[in-house]
């Protein structure tokens, strides 16, 4: 009868920690953790990428293809201090779990104490890590896994952490907070970042063609003083696609025994939006989407990966509008119109300059844009009335007035020049993603993937 009754008194036990654990540790676990954010990239963002891909380029997304193979949730990502999120605040609430004010990087809610990220309970665990951006990796989304700073600007803080934690690969632009004056960046306080992280072990490389022959030891690649390019520029440079980042950070992060955290991020779909470039958003998104692929293709060879695609914020509000210039019917994006650009209205804009003359205007819009707008039209653009009406909303002379005559041109319309308060999906396959459905908070994501990597709650 003894062993009757502590064998019920564990059936008890069990049942009772059972009831007691939240529902993700009945969930999977995975070796390998791949996340992957689409800067800035809201619900239209996506719509638009795929209804391009599907009916024009004739192939599905691959982010469909996850979504498919695996769950999706909305996401909301509301702030400790606002409705609407930056960079900074979305991605320390993803990667420490709880709600931030803006700007500040890897700390809790004060601001002002860091907090142990994702990243740095990977690396506790003896897992490789690796972060990968097109926009800087000294830049809010990295720095927010890596580094703990009171404000998003200080990179020059940022860059000397990533390195001093040793994030096994660090790949993206802003090389300018590495280097001192001397030397060409922006430090003022002499330090030769990059010579720092060669004395650490890094393989350090500039371009696609170095990347490629990296071997497989930690790496840190800087592409661009600033930013890198917008997809849509970047056959001009010798810069990797994202995709090819990812791939290389995979196959150097796979070595480790123990396995690995990654943050992948598309971090120019955000610029693009914000300048309301119709056709450089759908660019970045679907260099994004490659990525991806490269990542879910990972996931099929090792199914003991957890891959979690998802957004930190819609920038701009891009809405895909019904009307044309003449239809009757709704008829949407006109797809061939926007496959026509021939670059970035960043630099549509740095040709145009302070203040562009209507001639002006028309000969830049139908250099980049193969678009020929009416004279009135160029005027309307020259007046820039839009900035002028609400400068706090849309930030940048002259492209969002331009964007608003594009409109039945592209068939693309936009609310703002700002991020907005619009929910995101997010989607993943693998062990853990199985609680990646319904209504999620963003801060949920940081103990979906922690649970994933058995780490104690
Ligand atoms: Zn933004």
Redesign the pocket.
Known sequence: MRTTRWGHIAACLFAAAVLLLPSAVLAGQAKNIILMIG??MGPSHFGAAWLYSTKLLGKELRMVEVMKSGRTAYIANDTADSMVT??AAAATQIACGLKVPARAVGMGPDGKTPFKTLLEIAKDKGMATGLVTTSGITDATPASFSAHVEHRSDEFSVAVQEIQLGVDVLQGGRKQFFLPEAAGGVRKDGKNVIDEARAAGYTVVGTASELQQAGEQKLLGLYNMGNMAYEIDRAKTAEPSLAQMTGKTLEILSKNPKGFFAMIEGGRI??A??RNDAPGTIRDTLAFDEAVGVALDFQKRNPDTLLIVTAD?D?AGMSLIGHSKDSKEYVGMDLEQIQKAQGSFEVMQSELGRNPTPEKIKDVVKKYLAIEITDDEAKTVAADTIYKLDPKNYGYPTLHTLAFVLRPYLGVGWGSG??TASPLMAFGSGPGSEVVVGFLHNTQLFGIMKTAMGAAQ
């Open positions: 800067d800035g930056e960079s955000d610029h939006a914000h914020h920038t700002t991020h």
